[in-house]
């Protein structure tokens, strides 16, 4: 059974920083594509970031582009999201996810999910 366990989020002025972490267990890490989603009181879950399952594509939201990156430790089955000058859209629980297809740059419709973690920036 496949299990992604998000840590990192947290409380964090405006300007601030964040570093959000993904542990996969259950199944091979390397091969498999992740990213990261988000989702804001009363909007849709939307992709925030996505790596290829070797880490040499990745893809951004425009909303984060130059101020989020995400980055893959094959060694350590994670995932990271290293997110700088916060503001206060960017306050959601943000979720990890696993494709479930190999090998793929980037992430299809079929994926586990993490139980996510709240992101609260204050203004």
């Known amino acids: 059974q496949v299990q992604l366990v998000e840590s990192g989020g947290g409380l964090v002025q405006a300007g601030g920083s964040l570093r959000l972490s993904c542990v996969v267990s259950g199944r091979a890490f390397s091969t498999y594509a992740m990213g990261w989603f988000r989702q804001a009181p009363g909007k849709e879950r939307e992709l925030v970031a996505a790596i290829s399952w070797s880490g040499g594509t990745t893809h951004y939201a425009d909303s984060v582009k130059g101020r989020f990156t995400i980055s893959r430790e094959n060694a350590k089955n994670t995932v990271y999201l290293q997110m700088n000058s916060l503001n206060a859209a960017d306050t959601a629980v943000y979720y990890c996810?696993?494709?479930?297809?190999?090998?793929?740059?980037?992430?299809?419709?079929?994926?586990?999910w993490g139980q996510g973690t709240q992101v609260t920036v204050s203004s």
């Open positions: 996810a696993a494709d479930r297809i190999p090998y793929n740059n980037y992430l299809s419709g079929n994926k586990d």
